[in-house]
C-alpha cells in the first residue's frame, strides 16, 4: 500500500495560470479531504469529497478554487488565475469512512509556488 | 464552528527533559482528538490520539490527557531528544473534518 499519494510535490505557476493538484487516497479510502497550510501556520480545511461528491466545501474560498472527486482516477484540486496569497503547502488526507472514529492519513503534500 | 487554540508557539527545551503542549477547543461535540507531528518539508504524521471517553492515553515517552469539562487537552512528551525536533499539530473532530490548532514548533537541544 502506497500511502495517500499528491503530486506534484513542488509546482510553481505564474500569477493568472491554473493549478491543478492530485491526490490518490490509499487503497480502500473513498473519502478525501484537502487542506492548505500557509507559511508559519497551522492546516486550514478546504474541502471533503467522496466519489463523486463534494460532501463539505466550507473551507473553500468562493471563486477561483474547485475540486473533485470523480469514479475513476485521483481527486484534483484546481485553482484558476493563481495569485501570489495562493502559494502555500496542499495537503491531502484519506480515510475509509466516515467520523473521526476512522482516523486520516496526510499526503505528503504539493508546495505551490506563485511567482 | 469549532475554534481550536494551542500553545506554546515555540517552545525550546534540553535534551532529556519534558515537553508540554496545550491545547484548548469550543465545540463539546468534539470527540476525537489526534496529535500529528510535522518535521519540516514533510506530511504531518499521527503520533497518538485520544477519544472523548478516555481521560489519558500514553504510548512510550509520548502520552496525552483530555478533560472533557475544562475543554483542554495536552501533549507530553518524556526523556525528549534531537529527532523529537518538529512541530506539533493539535486538532479536534467530530464527523467530517477536523479542527487543527496553529501548532508549536519544539526544538530540543542536545
Known amino acids: 500500500n502506497a500511502g495517500v499519494m499528491q503530486n506534484p510535490r513542488h509546482l510553481v505557476r505564474r500569477r493568472g495560470q491554473e493549478a491543478r493538484l492530485r491526490c490518490s487516497p490509499m487503497k480502500g479510502h473513498s473519502h478525501v479531504y484537502w487542506y492548505r497550510q500557509l507559511p508559519e501556520e497551522g492546516l486550514k480545511f478546504m474541502v471533503y469529497l467522496q466519489k463523486e461528491n463534494i460532501i463539505d466545501e466550507s473551507g473553500m474560498p468562493k471563486e477561483r478554487f474547485s475540486a473533485e472527486f470523480p469514479k475513476e482516477g485521483p481527486s484534483i484540486l484546481r485553482i484558476q488565475q493563481v495569485v501570489r496569497g495562493d502559494s502555500a503547502a496542499y495537503f491531502c488526507a484519506s480515510s475509509p469512512g466516515q467520523g473521526a472514529v476512522y482516523g486520516y492519513t496526510f499526503g505528503s503534500g504539493t508546495r505551490l509556488t506563485v511567482v | 464552528g469549532e475554534n481550536v487554540e494551542q500553545h506554546p508557539s515555540t517552545l525550546s527545551v534540553q535534551e532529556g527533559d519534558s515537553a508540554v503542549i496545550k491545547c484548548t477547543y469550543s465545540d463539546s461535540a468534539s470527540n476525537y482528538f489526534p496529535w500529528y507531528k510535522q518535521e519540516l518539508g514533510k506530511r504531518p504524521q499521527l503520533i497518538i490520539d485520544?477519544?472523548?471517553?478516555?481521560g489519558e492515553k500514553k504510548d512510550q515517552r509520548i502520552a496525552v490527557t483530555l478533560n472533557k469539562t475544562a475543554k483542554h487537552f495536552s501533549l507530553h512528551i518524556t526523556e525528549t531528544q534531537p529527532e523529537d525536533s518538529a512541530v506539533y499539530f493539535c486538532a479536534a473532530s467530530m464527523d467530517n473534518q477536523f479542527y487543527f490548532g496553529t501548532g508549536t514548533s519544539l526544538t530540543v537541544i542536545p
Open positions: 485520544i477519544r472523548s471517553n478516555v
